[in-house]
């Protein structure tokens, strides 16, 4: 467990929840799911000495399942979120601290996997449940101390100046890792399409490509429950009661322009997602298409050298009968005239089909 205390001072870490709230600045309580479910009801003593209330069962059943989707609820004291971060584990066994098993295929598809991270927002109280490898929580925890180490005045400019200012930065952190993600998708998928589109490469990556497919359907889910969340929570902030001074008034204004922040980029991931499943779709399509043009190519030569060669057989096998009196069939001059018919039959009939552009060259 880490607990930070942030005020317009600085930031500060201990070990443990202190006894009583500071006279300015809110507390983060940070706590790996493991901890949560050990010390959950020692966790609900201090949340009742901090803020004078408890969080309901059915969010701290929440807080302690591993494979619930993004969502946002609330109560008059306080509001809980819950949002899918992606899972950094390098390792290929079941986890089941994650919401879904690994995937075969390239490896940027197991970066797909995801898992829960619990919010629970009060006024000057943040509680957070990670997963044990939660890479978000520590690399805030060190721009946190990090900003602690810099200049005070300019402390003062980039702390959070709330439990849910503080909730909104984590939860982007994580939509950047999101958006991370995209990229390097894309960057497998413009490969794909180079061999699925390339006429002189046999393209053998099918159940790769399937695999990208149902992961690209299956971020594009996570997203979407994402963004109806975030949603949800815009829509609550909007009925919180007015604030008393310009001051409270600008912080409000301020985390209702982070939440739509956030909001527009876990939009720009949920459309890049669904253009890369169009332009899988899309290339798929191409390369069919493209493989029934060349084998029409084929089949259309392979009928012109036939249609060639069907009165150069019908010479043959007039000369070929077994009758005396053929014309030429006994002049010494019979198989010149005979050869010279066949290939002026063959050249008129190549010059008709090339004319006819059955037999041009079809572009690459």
């Not at 939860?171 to 958006?179: P, S, T, Y």
């Not at 198989?335 to 552009?357: D, E, H, I, N």
Request: hydrophobic share 40%; glycine share 4%.
């Amino acid at each position: 467990m880490r607990v930070f205390s942030i005020s317009p001072g600085g930031v500060s870490e201990s070990e443990a929840p202190p006894a009583q709230l500071p006279s300015l600045g809110h507390i983060w309580i940070a706590c790996t799911r493991q901890e949560f479910e050990a010390g959950w009801q020692q966790l609900q003593a201090t949340l009742q000495n901090l803020c004078g209330m408890q969080l309901v069962d059915l969010h701290v059943s929440d807080l302690l399942n591993a494979q619930l989707p993004s969502h946002f609820d609330y109560t008059s004291q306080y509001d809980l979120l819950v949002f899918r971060r992606l899972a950094t584990g390098a390792s290929s066994a079941p986890d089941p601290e994650r919401g879904s098993p690994r995937r075969g295929g390239p490896p940027i598809l197991r970066h797909v996997d995801t898992s829960p991270v619990g919010f629970a927002v009060f006024e000057r109280v943040l509680l957070t449940v990670h997963p044990a490898d939660c890479a978000a929580r520590d690399a805030y925890a060190s721009r946190l101390l990090q900003v602690q180490s810099n200049d005070v005045r300019s402390a003062n400019s980039r702390l959070p100046t709330s439990p849910a200012d503080l909730m909104l930065r984590i939860v982007n952190q994580m939509v950047d890792g999101f958006l991370e993600l995209r990229r390097e998708l894309t960057r497998q998928l413009d490969h794909w399409q180079t061999e699925l589109l390339n006429p002189r490469t046999r393209f053998n990556n099918w159940t790769a490509l399937l695999n990208t497919r149902l992961a690209l359907h299956q971020l594009d889910e996570i997203c979407e429950d994402q963004r109806s969340a975030v949603q949800d929570w815009i829509e609550a902030v909007k009925t919180w009661p007015e604030a008393n001074t310009p001051a409270a008034q600008r912080d409000r204004d301020l985390l209702l322009v982070r939440s739509r922040d956030l909001l527009e980029h876990i939009e720009r991931v949920v459309h890049h997602v669904r253009r890369l499943e169009q332009s899988v779709e899309t290339a798929v399509q191409i390369h069919f298409n493209a493989q029934s043009n060349r084998t029409n190519d084929i089949m259309r030569t392979l009928t012109v050298l036939t249609a060639i060669f069907l009165p150069l057989n019908l010479i043959a096998g007039i000369f070929g009968m077994n009758f005396d009196a053929i014309p030429l069939i006994h002049s010494d001059s019979g198989f010149w005239w005979a050869m010279g018919s066949m290939g002026l039959t063959a050249v008129a009939l190549v010059l008709l089909f090339w004319r006819k552009r059955y037999l041009e060259r079809s572009g690459r």
